[in-house]
């Protein structure tokens, strides 16, 4: 993933542990204070809650102890590869995009963010400025031509 990436999941991970577990702990103290737990919606509420909490918690964790972080201000080369980002031309409607390559975890097509393992992505890998990659998409199969090469 790359450092960005791994900042973001930091930062969740800091969240949930110093502001969204109090927060439920605090609901689940105030719930079960109103008495009888098996018709209580509020106490049921919080306890699916922390369920969830303590479930993504354990992920980010697990995500951050194995994850390989790549800074991409390093990165340099003509050909395509993690972390690059790539301007490139659909040949059938002159559309543009511009997208980062980066983990699959931090992928967010719409800024531009898409995954290592995505169709696009995997056909660019390897590729160099004017090359023409074929994808494979549920409305058949698109062109492109890589435009430009970054590493930002």
Do not use: C
Not at 127 to 140: F, I, L
Request: without cysteine; proline residues 2%.
């Amino acid at each position: 993933m790359t450092a960005e990436g791994y900042t973001a999941l930091d930062e969740e991970l800091k969240r949930l542990k110093t502001v969204e577990r109090p927060e439920v702990i605090g609901a689940i103290s105030e719930a079960r204070s109103h008495g009888d737990l098996s018709e209580n919606a509020e106490y049921h509420a919080a306890k699916d809650r922390q369920g969830w909490i303590e479930g993504r918690i354990a992920e980010i964790e697990d995500r951050l102890a194995r994850a390989q972080v790549i800074d991409v201000s390093k990165l340099s080369g003509s050909q395509v590869k993690f972390g690059a980002t790539v301007t490139v031309v659909d040949e059938d409607t002159e559309e543009e995009g511009r997208y980062q390559i980066v983990g699959e975890h931090e992928a967010d097509v719409k800024q531009g963010r898409i995954s290592v393992t995505s169709p696009l992505s995997r056909a660019m890998i390897g590729k160099e400025v004017g090359d023409v990659v074929e994808v494979n998409t549920p409305g058949g199969v698109k062109s492109y031509e890589i435009l430009k090469l970054e590493w930002a």
